[in-house]
């Protein structure tokens, strides 16, 4: 059992940067692999960037790459989104995602909105 927190989110501008964390507890050492996906109202959650726990292996969506940097911290269990030159079209909620070998467990969300 793995439990996930995020942390972060909020109201920002146009170009404006937010970090996002994500602390996890429980079976944290069987997790291979974290990440961040996002959800906007009406659309299918998506994936934004993920990093392997072993080897830092990362993957980012093409959307974000350049802008947005998932980072860990193995020996807190965090992880974390640095997201700058956010855009509108970024505001979504964003969820915390931990596999371990046999299944996935999901945060609870925190809520990103760009606007002016």
């Known amino acids: 059992q793995v439990h996930l927190v995020e942390s972060g989110g909020g109201l920002v501008q146009p170009g404006g940067s937010l970090r996002l964390s994500c602390a996890a507890s429980?079976?944290?050492?069987?997790?291979?692999?974290m990440g961040w996906y996002r959800q906007a109202p009406g659309k299918q959650r998506e994936l934004v960037a993920t990093?392997?726990?072993?080897?830092?292996?990362?993957n980012y969506a093409d959307s974000v790459k350049g802008r947005f940097t998932i980072s860990r911290d193995n020996a807190k269990n965090m992880v974390y989104l640095q997201m700058n030159s956010l855009k509108s079209e970024d505001t979504a909620a964003y969820f915390c995602?931990?596999?371990?070998?046999?299944?996935?467990?999901w945060g609870q969300g925190t809520q990103v909105t760009v606007s002016s």
């Open positions: 429980g079976s944290t050492s069987n997790i291979v692999r």
């Open positions: 990093i392997i726990t072993d080897g830092g292996s990362i």
């Open positions: 995602n931990a596999v371990l070998s046999i299944r996935s467990y």
